[in-house]
């Protein structure tokens, strides 16, 4: 009888610890539900993957991104980077301390499909950030998807284009015949012995339509982002300096 009486009194304390987590009369709560881990992409630290990786909604599919602001805070102008063939948005974090503390907020993307879409896509999601003028950036099938997106009409001001190894064309995108209506100052760099992209970037900047554009043409067989490395950073940012300073 008494064990009876123990259980009884068990029953009763577990079901009122079951009430205690009722959502409302007689139901009981949801479990919060588990929060998505935010995407390193391999080479994020933890911290920096929870602050700024985003998955940003496009036209034919996301776009996975990372956003980081200037040092100081509050950057009016944005660059926005896309990667070259068979890399990712990784290709371009040994770069982003000197560009954000320039004063430049940086979103490189995953460019996995449209690059010109992928470019539109960041660049509309910036509208909310406050920021007032893009720099399209690209390497290799990022260059060219960075002249295209830089002469359609754009939900924030383009302010310059940096191509670095763009073939003229590239999937669905055509740099060869955008440049043409291209009049945002622009940039087009490749190494002499990167065949045929040197070439390339002859034709598409003589093509170019823009009152401000600069070639250049380096020594050596490196193609995209290595061009960094092998002297088109400085000339970047004193391009960037001239037409399209951090202050907007």
Known sequence: MRRTAALAALGV?????AGCGTDGPGGPAAAPAASAAAQRYGCLTEDQAAKGSVRIPGGLADTDAYYRDSDTGGARVALVLAHQNGGSLCDWVPYLDGFTGAGYAVVPFNGNGDVADGFAAVTGWLKDKGVTGVVLVGASKG????????????????????????PESFGGNNAATAVKRLTVPVLIAAEELDAPFADDARSLHAAAASAHKELRIYPGGHHGVPLL???ALPDVRAFLAAYAPATG
């Open 229 to 231: 490395d092998d002297g």
């Open 13 to 17: 304390l577990l079901a009122a610890a």
């Open 143 to 166: 260059g060219t998807g960075a002249l295209v997106a830089g002469a359609l009409p754009a939900p924030v001001p383009v302010a310059a284009v940096v191509s670095l190894s763009a």
